[in-house]
């Protein structure tokens, strides 16, 4: 017996979008670590930052690092037998990270989470585009689909941090472990006992590819995060580093060509829409990195407690809610989606403006509202559309092969570089305007212990000035980025009028060259009657 739905014959249907809705929600709250934490964390363990900034990264690649193997893997188990043993193993790792006191173990953990989040995800994810998107136009889905994934883990965040303040780190790990045990007692209750399809074997995966697709990431995710603490190539470890990543992904790819059945796939990267999405991903990533630095100014200068930067991120929600609204709208009238991309850019342009002219010490919290909502709605539309125009008339099969490095491109590398990229220049940006401001500091006028009462405004002002000059390189940066969405088509032919004027005027000339050429024929063959009948007579 088979059975394609999730919930047994006796579920009425209105309670199974409850519980479709239940645990979407739950599945998009799961994260190794929450960037919130990340502060509460590091002090109580006394270790580096660095290490939770990595364990963040390693959750994106274990869910890039499954996605080529979640369709076999749910052909070949039973989905209530999956699911269950998926919350269990989730509520246990949640339960080793708030117990242990080794951060290498929470990298650790958090790749795992998100290896099993992905397998949990895809048997939600299917449901729910037939359910939001019954024509099978994937536009509308993903205006519904991202903006919610994406509130939810800002409300999430806001929860956890909150739970830390009043309690403990350790208490919200143990609330998603007792979360994900009343999610597998929900999978066993409800969902059926049959098998989804005739069974896949699992001999065909082959393991050393997710291996090495694992480790070319999370050696770059070392790279990217221990670059600045170690000094970047003035480190070897950061060398080793990068040389392991770069030869595990040669070996990668080297493999892919002598499988029967690759682990993934990388021909679909050679189609236009692929690398000029993965190009505006990239470009994404720019805008999106600018967190490093709003986190500074907000934490240092401003002096926002954990909450209160928390719920400073809450505020992007209207602008994500208007993301969803316009993409529904602009997906249904079936317009092109350029226009949708470039007023993405252009608020998230528009964000970086109103920072640059906001970098002062009397800035309050009122005037967050505007740039936040800007920055919710630049990032969503840009989630929606460009996901969409990547994935755009793509074989399922391609996809599959390929979407797993197109996520972790689009949720971590592009995300990363930058990141990184933005914390050494913004220190090296900080001494400069030291240095600057030392220019104008006699000793002799200015006493020691004066210099040694004012360091912190010059400190301030360092920051300010180094915060202000990242974001004027950033919006220049940007209006580069808008020119390059104005002159692509997005699939669309440019200059349609153009093109068929030269298509016409190109099948008239063919048209007169067929007909002179069969004038030719007809006279040569006149000629050679005209001789032949002279011979004849």
Same mark, same amino acid.
């Given at each position: 017996?088979?059975?394609?739905?999730?919930?047994?014959?006796?579920?009425?249907?209105?309670?199974?979008?409850?519980?479709?809705?239940?645990?979407?929600?739950?599945?998009?709250?799961?994260?190794?670590?929450?960037?919130?934490?990340?502060?509460?964390?590091?002090?109580?363990?006394?270790?580096?930052?660095?290490?939770?900034?990595?364990?963040?990264?390693?959750?994106?690649?274990?869910?890039?690092?499954?996605?080529?193997?979640?369709?076999?893997?749910?052909?070949?188990?039973?989905?209530?037998?999956? =699911?269950? $043993? /998926?919350?269990? @193993?989730?509520?246990?790792?949640?339960? +080793?990270?708030?117990?242990?006191? &080794?951060?290498? #173990?929470?990298?650790?953990?958090?790749?795992?989470?998100?290896?099993?989040?992905?397998?949990?995800?895809?048997?939600?994810?299917?449901?729910?585009?037939?359910?939001?998107?019954?024509?099978?136009?994937?536009?509308?889905?993903?205006?519904?689909?991202?903006?919610?994934?994406?509130?939810?883990?800002?409300?999430?965040?806001?929860?956890?941090?909150?739970?830390?303040?009043?309690?403990?780190?350790?208490?919200?790990?143990?609330?998603?472990?007792?979360?994900?045990?009343?999610?597998?007692?929900?999978?066993?209750?409800?969902?059926?006992?049959?098998?989804?399809?005739?069974?896949?074997?699992?001999?065909?995966?082959?393991?050393?590819?997710? =291996?090495? $697709? /694992?480790?070319? @990431?999370?050696?770059?995710?070392?790279? +990217?995060?221990?670059?600045?603490? &170690?000094?970047? #190539?003035?480190?070897?470890?950061?060398?080793?580093?990068?040389?392991?990543?770069?030869?595990?992904?040669?070996?990668?790819?080297?493999?892919?060509?002598?499988?029967?059945?690759?682990?993934?796939?990388?021909?679909?990267?050679?189609?236009?829409?692929?690398?000029?999405?993965?190009?505006?991903?990239?470009?994404?990533?720019?805008?999106?990195?600018?967190?490093?630095?709003?986190?500074?100014?907000?934490?240092?200068?401003?002096?926002?407690?954990?909450?209160?930067?928390?719920?400073?991120?809450?505020?992007?929600?209207?602008?994500?809610?208007?993301?969803?609204?316009?993409?529904?709208?602009?997906?249904?009238?079936?317009?092109?989606?350029?226009?949708?991309?470039?007023?993405? @850019?252009?608020?998230?342009?528009?964000?970086?403006?109103?920072?640059?002219?906001?970098?002062?010490?009397?800035?309050?919290?009122?005037?967050?509202?505007?740039?936040?909502?800007?920055?919710?709605?630049?990032?969503?539309?840009?989630?929606?559309?460009?996901?969409?125009?990547?994935?755009?008339?793509?074989?399922?099969?391609?996809?599959?092969?390929?979407?797993?490095?197109?996520?972790?491109?689009?949720?971590?590398?592009?995300?990363?570089?930058?990141?990184?990229?933005?914390?050494?220049?913004?220190?090296?940006?900080?001494?400069?305007?030291?240095?600057?401001?030392?220019?104008?500091?006699?000793?002799?006028?200015?006493?020691?212990?004066?210099?040694?009462?004012?360091?912190?405004?010059?400190?301030?002002?360092?920051?300010?000035?180094?915060?202000?000059?990242?974001?004027?390189?950033?919006?220049?940066?940007?209006?580069?980025?808008?020119?390059?969405?104005?002159?692509?088509?997005?699939?669309?032919?440019?200059?349609?009028?153009?093109?068929?004027?030269?298509?016409?005027?190109?099948?008239?000339?063919?048209?007169?060259?067929?007909?002179?050429?069969?004038?030719?024929?007809?006279?040569?063959?006149?000629?050679?009657?005209?001789?032949?009948?002279?011979?004849?007579?």
């Amino acid at each position: 017996m088979y059975n394609k739905g999730l919930f047994a014959n006796w579920v009425p249907k209105p309670l199974q979008l409850i519980l479709i809705a239940i645990f979407s929600t739950f599945t998009m709250s799961l994260s190794g670590v929450n960037t919130g934490n990340i502060t509460y964390m590091y002090s109580s363990m006394g270790s580096m930052s660095e290490y939770f900034s990595m364990a963040n990264y390693a959750t994106t690649i274990g869910m890039g690092a499954v996605m080529p193997l979640v369709m076999r893997f749910k052909f070949r188990f039973k989905v209530r037998d999956k =699911l269950t $043993f /998926a919350f269990v @193993f989730i509520a246990a790792l949640s339960l +080793f990270s708030a117990t242990t006191n &080794q951060p290498e #173990l929470i990298v650790f953990t958090a790749f795992l989470v998100g290896f099993m989040k992905m397998f949990v995800m895809i048997e939600f994810f299917l449901p729910l585009m037939m359910i939001l998107s019954p024509d099978g136009n994937r536009g509308k889905f993903y205006s519904v689909f991202y903006p919610f994934a994406i509130i939810v883990s800002q409300v999430i965040n806001y929860i956890s941090v909150d739970i830390s303040v009043r309690y403990n780190w350790e208490h919200f790990y143990i609330l998603t472990a007792i979360g994900a045990l009343l999610m597998a007692l929900l999978c066993w209750i409800f969902m059926h006992n049959q098998y989804f399809s005739v069974k896949m074997p699992l001999y065909y995966i082959d393991w050393l590819s997710v =291996l090495l $697709f /694992a480790a070319t @990431f999370l050696f770059s995710a070392y790279v +990217f995060t221990f670059g600045k603490q &170690q000094d970047w #190539l003035n480190s070897p470890k950061i060398i080793d580093a990068s040389i392991a990543a770069f030869a595990c992904f040669v070996m990668l790819a080297f493999r892919q060509t002598r499988l029967k059945r690759p682990y993934i796939s990388f021909k679909i990267f050679k189609r236009k829409n692929v690398y000029s999405g993965l190009l505006m991903l990239l470009m994404l990533g720019m805008f999106l990195a600018t967190g490093t630095v709003q986190n500074i100014f907000a934490v240092s200068i401003l002096g926002y407690d954990l909450v209160t930067n928390a719920e400073l991120n809450l505020w992007m929600i209207p602008g994500m809610v208007a993301s969803g609204v316009m993409g529904m709208m602009w997906f249904r009238q079936n317009i092109n989606i350029k226009f949708f991309v470039l007023s993405g @850019f252009a608020a998230l342009i528009a964000y970086c403006i109103i920072m640059y002219f906001s970098m002062v010490p009397e800035m309050n919290f009122e005037r967050w509202y505007l740039p936040m909502i800007l920055k919710g709605y630049g990032m969503c539309s840009l989630y929606i559309t460009v996901w969409f125009y990547m994935m755009d008339k793509l074989d399922i099969n391609d996809m599959m092969a390929a979407i797993g490095l197109a996520l972790v491109w689009r949720s971590f590398i592009a995300v990363a570089v930058f990141s990184a990229l933005f914390y050494w220049f913004q220190y090296d940006f900080q001494v400069t305007s030291l240095g600057d401001m030392a220019v104008y500091l006699d000793g002799i006028n200015l006493s020691q212990p004066a210099a040694m009462q004012n360091l912190k405004v010059f400190q301030i002002n360092a920051i300010l000035a180094a915060n202000k000059k990242l974001f004027g390189y950033i919006i220049i940066a940007g209006i580069g980025i808008m020119i390059y969405v104005l002159q692509h088509g997005f699939g669309k032919e440019r200059f349609t009028s153009y093109n068929r004027y030269v298509r016409l005027i190109k099948g008239r000339g063919l048209i007169a060259q067929r007909r002179r050429r069969e004038q030719l024929i007809l006279e040569r063959s006149a000629e050679g009657i005209k001789d032949a009948a002279g011979s004849a007579f």
